[in-house]
């Protein structure tokens, strides 16, 4: 009787550890099942970095590699190239607050702040906003639609009432 115990937690004991490997290699296996989506946000990611780095950096190339060829961003294009005609140096952060996706539609949410200085030597006008940043794709990521309160055109908020020298709105 006592030898039929012990083979019987032996085998209690095997099946138990049996069923614990399966639920650990099970377990495991999950995050391969979000890898898709994983990487898209990862290039989401990359792509609004890309938008500020080739604006940073004045970029034209770069930057016009990452807009959707259909018009609706001329004036967003018109804006940026005047930041660049208008100012020698663009520093400008993004912060990320939320990214919304549906089908091959992106919308990412961002927070920003940037100086804008025409002469290295001056303090240069500090802004920052928020604004919605409409992309589109899967695979590649393009913007399809800028909206709300975003960097682009500083020189022209400049010119209308900005003290560039002190980064404060005229009185």
Not at 139 to 149: M, T, V
């Amino acid at each position: 009787m006592i030898h039929s115990d012990a083979v019987r937690c032996a085998r209690i004991t095997r099946l138990f550890l049996c069923l614990l490997l399966g639920m650990i290699v099970g377990c495991a296996g999950k995050t391969l099942q979000y890898k898709d989506d994983h990487d898209r946000i990862l290039r989401i990611d990359q792509a609004v970095e890309s938008l500020r780095k080739s604006y940073v950096e004045k970029d034209r190339s770069a930057l016009e590699a990452l807009l959707l060829p259909s018009g609706s961003l001329d004036q967003v294009q018109r804006d940026i190239h005047g930041d660049f005609d208008t100012f020698r140096e663009i520093q400008l952060e993004f912060s990320i607050e939320r990214i919304l996706i549906e089908g091959d539609n992106i919308d990412v949410f961002v927070h920003w702040q940037g100086q804008w200085k025409r002469d290295p030597a001056e303090v240069g006008t500090r802004q920052r906003g928020h604004g919605r940043l409409a992309w589109v794709g899967t695979k590649s990521i393009l913007l399809r639609e800028a909206q709300g309160d975003l960097p682009f055109g500083m020189g022209t908020r400049a010119n209308l009432g900005e003290n560039p020298a002190r980064g404060q709105a005229n009185p």
